[in-house]
Every structure is written in C-alpha cells, then in structure tokens.
C-alpha cells in the first residue's frame, strides 16, 4: 500500500506501507558526472517522486547475495530489484514507524540509525533481505522508544577502491566508496528532519567491510555522527593496502582491457566507458580493489598501539574518539570462518604445513612465540585438512576481530561525554551446513535486524530480541548495559541459548566468562599484537 510524505524541502515523496511502517526506498543521495568521479550531493528532487522500489545497486557481480545467504545458511525470499547500475546507485532507504495517528509526524525528532553494509569491499547492497529496518523499527515502537532505519549504498570493487598516480592527477580521488559513504551522511543530516528523524541524534553501524568503514569515520575531523557501532570489523580487520600495491593492481586492470598502449587521458577516458559489466566480470579477482591511505578519509595505518593508546597519533588519528559519543563494538566467537570462503579453502590439501611454514618465517626471530602459538591452537605439520582449517579460523578470530575490540576499549577515553561499549555474540548457526553451531560472520546481524525469527526456536528468538532491545536503547543515547570503566573490559554476552544464556553482562570481561580464549592475549604480551597480526595477514596473503 502506498503511503504519502510531504516533505518540506524534497517534495511529495511516494513510499510504501510496510508493517507499521513507511518505507522510502531508491533515494538518489548523490549524482555522479562518470563512474569514477567524486559524489556530488543530489537535493534536486522534482514535486513528486516514486519511492516505493528499491534503486539499483552500484555495479558488483549478480547473486552475490547467494553467497551471502550460503554463509548464514538460510535465505529469505528476494525484492525485486533493479540492475545495479554505474551511475545511479547512490541512494539510501528510510524506514520510519507510523505512530497511532496513522501519519507521519515530521516533527517528531527521532533518533536515528544508519547500516552500512559488508561484503569485503566488493559485494553487497541497502536492498538485501536480510538488512531490513521494519520488524527492528516495530519493536522500537513497541519498546517505546522509536527510531528510524536507513539502509546506504556506496561504490564498491573497480568503481568503489581502483587507484592510481594518473587517476589521482586527472581528479580521481582514492576510496570513492568512503566519499559515497560521507556524502550519504550529509543528505541524512541535510533532510532527514522532513522524515521525523533528530539529524543530531544519528548512530552509523555496519558490520564486517561495514565496521571497518563506520571506525574509519572515526578519523573524520568533522563529527559525522552521535554514536557508531562496528561489529565484525574494524580498521585492524584489513589494514590499507600500500600505493605501490594499488598501482600495480591498475595495471593489471589496464593490461587486461588492452591498455597499456594508450595515454593516459585515453585509459581514463576507456575506463569510463567500458561496458559496465565488464568491470566484475572480466578484471581479475586477484586485483586488490580495497581501501588505501589517501590522507582524507584514511589518514595513516592503524595498529594496535595507536588504536589501544589513549593518546592520539599522527601516525594514524582518531579525532572520533573527542567528538564521538558513544561507540559499540562486538564480534562473533567464529567471526572469521567468512576466511575460509574467501581463501582459506584454497588452501587445502595441506594447509597445516603451510600455515607453520607462514608462522616459522614471520615470527623467525621469536621461537618461543612459534612455539606458543602452535601448541596453544594445536597445528603441527601433520594436523589433518579438517581440524588446522578450524584452529586457524580460530586464531584468525582471535587476532582480527576479538583483539582489536579490545584495543578500541583500551584507546577509547571512557569519560561520561566519550563511552564505549562492548560486546561478544555467542549464539550458533541454527541451520543445517558446514558451521552449525558456530557463531559465524554474519550471522549477529541476522539477529539483530529480526528478519529470520520465523526459523528460530523460541530461545534463539529471545538472543535476537534482546540484541535488538540493547540496539535501541544505544540508538536512543541511553546505556543498554555499564560503559567499559577502568582496567576491566566489563561486556554483554549474547548466547548460547542452547547452554541457557539469552543475554548476561559479564563486568570482569574475562576470556574464559565471555567464551573466548586466552591465547592470544598471552602471544600479544610476548611479541605485541602486531606482530601477530602480521602472522595472520602474511598467511592469508600467501607469504
């Protein structure tokens, strides 16, 4: 059923009724003179404007979504949606509740939320099931204490992250995705108050890619946000690939489309117009096409010194930490089995010798950590494919998402004014496949967003409505459990309910209460953190 808006600066806008709420889908955020270029704030909006589709998603390869639905091994039935497109995928959703009136109260003031979605970079988009504002906003309704959810599209793969020396110099900026990003959060700001939203009471939050991109706008001087929430991903997930990387990854992109030969005024000029297919279907996967530091929206490259300092260093600020006043940040006990499908697989048959041959190398000067390390997850040449694919998902887990959550706390000032929250989903895969059981990538915001709660057991409903309780009290600048104060990492727990926990707040934050190991923290202690990240990181990347 369609649903009328007269917004006082957009015009009438169209949306469609949807559960006791209103959605507002296909919102043109940002126009793009080519592909490349940077984004330019769209406000031109004409009397009236069909908002009841979703817009076209920006250019990533078709089904991705499959993949998605494969690591949480459900699916939910599919939107119609448009083909992605090279130049109109910047737009946004807006879901807001109806209050009893029936109408939409423009002058409500509304706290709201905005999800950036993941997909390494390179897949994804707003218009996915499984993100889906409605039955988290009703149960803000319910709860009394009402939001609004708004769903963002921004560039991703050969659009999103290519870079180069005569890209940059012709006008190209880096990280065109991370200025989408920004340029989205100026229209919320800009005209969110005509939907009933407080453009000063706004929480960003995204998971995996989506995480690291929400703490990257940490680095922002401007404040782009109340609140921000990172789960499954932060700036330590993957650090910026260095400009030498990028640079060689463009020319591969140049040598495969045949130009090499051209200038470079006609390389830029081809890459423009290529048919828009071609940009996922014929560029090799094993290009690069992720964030680098451009000294605007990444400014450095983080490590768990400076994000677990309180002190902020040039070498890579954190200027949110002042303007910020709130950050929530979670991961899931085997956040990072999302590796084995993006690569680590590849490495089987063998990939226990491989990995103590990657750890020997890296770790070359320090034997005791080798040794440490090895013995603490139980891999040794001879570790069968099944059990080292699991041990190394383990410590991946470990170093790239539960001790960067732990540095945030360290680095976050924990003041009244500057508060940090943390937590550790638990709850496993209740379906059938390869990691049942597990709490993998993913799968929290299947909770958090309700929108699988038609496959849960009533225990398993009971996690996801008190995750999405917890969600809108932080949204509503209220405290869902104690800020981190002090030394103790003090954290909410969501699960397992098959062991009868819906939700506990654990205020020691010790490993062995909140269901994580100790194990890296004592390999940190030895060696720092970095050095083992850079064990993982040099692993996965085959060195």
């Known amino acids: 059923m369609c649903a009328t808006l007269q917004h ?46 979703f817009g076209p998603p920006p250019v990533s390869p078709l089904g991705a979504i499959n993949n998605e639905f494969g690591f949480i091994q459900h699916t ?137 991109s929400a703490t990257v706008l940490l680095q922002s001087k401007e404040p782009l946000m109340k609140r921000c929430l990172s789960t499954g991903g932060a700036v330590l997930l993957f650090k910026p690939i260095p400009l030498d990387v990028a640079e060689a990854g463009y020319k591969t992109i140049i040598e495969t489309f045949g130009l090499a030969d051209k200038s470079p005024e006609e390389r830029i000029k081809a890459l423009v117009n290529l048919p828009m297919d071609d940009l996922w279907q014929k560029v090799p996967r094993t290009v690069p096409l992720l964030p680098t530091a451009d000294g605007e929206t990444v400014i450095g490259e983080p490590s768990f010194v400076t994000v677990a300092s309180e002190k902020d260093d040039p070498a890579f ?41 990657s750890v020997s190398k890296t770790l070359s000067s320090h034997p005791n950590a080798i040794s440490k390390l090895l013995s603490s997850y139980n891999i040794s040449e001879s570790t069968n494919d099944d059990q080292a694919i699991l041990s190394v998902l383990k410590f991946a887990t470990d170093i790239s998402f539960y001790a960067p959550a732990r540095a945030f ?96 707040y654990v205020a020691s934050g010790n490993p062995e209460e909140i269901g994580r190991r100790t194990h890296v923290l004592e390999l940190g202690e030895m060696v720092g953190f970095d050095a083992i990240l850079d064990v993982f990181q040099n692993f996965f990347q085959g060195r």
């Open 409 to 504: 706390a360290k680095g976050w000032p924990k003041t009244k004014e500057n508060k940090i929250f943390l937590y550790h989903f638990n709850e496993g895969i209740p379906w059938e496949g390869r990691f049942k059981g597990e709490a993998g990538h993913i799968l929290d915001v299947a909770y958090l967003f309700q929108n699988f709660n038609d496959f849960l057991n009533d225990e398993q409903r009971a996690v996801a409505r008190a995750y999405a309780e917890d969600f809108i009290e932080f949204v509503n600048g209220g405290d869902p459990w104690p800020p981190v104060e002090g030394g103790n990492l003090g954290a909410r727990v969501y699960g397992p309910s098959g062991g009868g926990v819906t939700a506990e």
């Open 76 to 212: 939910l039935p599919m939107p119609d949606v448009p083909v992605h497109s090279d130049i109109e995928g910047l737009n946004l959703n807006i879901t807001v509740p109806i209050p009893n009136s029936g109408a939409i109260d423009s002058s409500a003031k509304l706290p709201v939320y905005v999800f950036i979605h993941g997909g390494g970079f390179a897949v994804g988009s707003s218009w996915y099931p499984h993100y889906d504002p409605t039955r988290l906003v009703k149960i803000s309704v319910e709860k009394g204490q009402p939001i609004i959810g708004v769903t963002i599209n921004y560039r991703l793969g050969v659009t999103g992250f290519m870079t180069s020396e005569e890209l940059r110099k012709a006008g190209y900026k880096s990280n065109n995705g991370f200025h989408d990003q920004r340029t989205a959060l100026k229209w919320i700001k800009n005209f969110i108050g005509g939907f009933g939203g407080d453009s000063e009471e706004v929480t960003v939050c995204g998971e995996s890619a989506g995480g690291l």
């Open 8 to 53: 006082s600066r957009l015009g009438q806008l169209n949306g469609i009724a949807v559960d006791g709420t209103v959605q507002f889908r296909g919102l043109k955020y940002a126009s793009l003179e080519n592909r490349l270029a940077p984004p330019q704030l769209f406000t031109s909006y004409g009397k009236s404007t069909d908002a009841t589709k």
């Open 317 to 357: 600020p954190i200027p949110g930490r002042k303007w910020c006043a709130s950050l929530m940040i979670g991961e899931s006990q085997l956040d990072s089995n999302i590796l084995a499908y993006m690569g680590l697989d590849a490495r089987n048959p063998g990939i226990a010798a491989k990995f103590v041959e």
